[in-house]
């Protein structure tokens, strides 16, 4: 975890351009990260190795990973502001809460976090699947679905052919 610190401060201390941010997250991540993603800093991770990036992706500012337990970021997916991904639980008995519970955060090709989103151990979001923003995802979330709310629930199917359409969410 030292190293991974020292990575953050260098991350998150002073202006980089993205190749030097995806130069930093590759030594955090020990794998080379495909120029093809923008990485938008400040972001935090506990260890870092535990992060998997495909191509294309763009991940906005302030995103934070518990990351021990696994992240996956398949392809072409767009990270809002302010996400949050934990794949660590403890558990409920409280004599027992030091011990860890990971599981890994898969995000298929094409999903979307919106802002403000948090992600818990265990989800699947779904490949070109919409989070809306300030959603708590519990459970996975199938691919080609929008989802919102706390905790996030199903409001529509999208179609390829689909128009844009502002969502009366109540």
């Given at each position: 975890?030292?190293?991974?610190?020292?990575?953050?401060?260098?991350?998150?201390?002073?202006?980089?351009?993205?190749?030097?941010?995806?130069?930093?997250?590759?030594?955090?991540?020990?794998r080379?990260?495909?120029?093809?993603?923008?990485?938008?800093?400040?972001?935090?991770?506990?260890?870092?190795?535990?992060?998997y990036?495909?191509?294309?992706?763009?991940?906005?500012?302030?995103?934070?990973?518990?990351?021990?337990?696994?992240?996956?970021?398949?392809?072409?997916?767009?990270?809002?502001?302010?996400?949050?991904?934990?794949?660590?639980?403890?558990?409920?008995?409280?004599?027992?809460?030091?011990?860890?519970?990971?599981?890994?955060?898969?995000?298929?090709?094409?999903?979307?976090?919106?802002?403000n989103?948090?992600?818990?151990?265990?989800?699947?979001?779904?490949?070109?699947?919409?989070?809306?923003?300030?959603?708590?995802?519990?459970?996975?979330?199938?691919?080609?679905?929008i989802?919102?709310?706390?905790?996030?629930?199903?409001?529509?199917?999208i179609?390829?052919?689909?128009?844009?359409?502002?969502l009366?969410?109540?």
């Amino acid at each position: 975890m030292d190293q991974n610190s020292k990575l953050m401060f260098e991350l998150n201390g002073q202006y980089h351009p993205n190749d030097e941010v995806l130069a930093l997250v590759s030594q955090m991540t020990r794998r080379k990260i495909n120029s093809s993603n923008r990485i938008l800093p400040p972001m935090n991770t506990d260890f870092g190795r535990h992060l998997y990036l495909g191509n294309d992706n763009f991940i906005n500012r302030n995103l934070t990973m518990i990351d021990f337990g696994g992240i996956y970021l398949e392809n072409h997916v767009f990270i809002g502001p302010n996400v949050t991904l934990l794949t660590v639980n403890h558990d409920e008995r409280p004599n027992q809460r030091q011990n860890l519970r990971t599981s890994a955060i898969h995000v298929e090709d094409g999903a979307w976090l919106g802002a403000n989103v948090t992600v818990l151990p265990g989800v699947t979001i779904g490949k070109n699947a919409i989070v809306g923003a300030g959603s708590l995802v519990t459970k996975d979330v199938k691919a080609s679905t929008i989802v919102v709310g706390s905790p996030a629930r199903y409001v529509k199917t999208i179609k390829a052919n689909d128009k844009y359409t502002r969502l009366n969410i109540q």
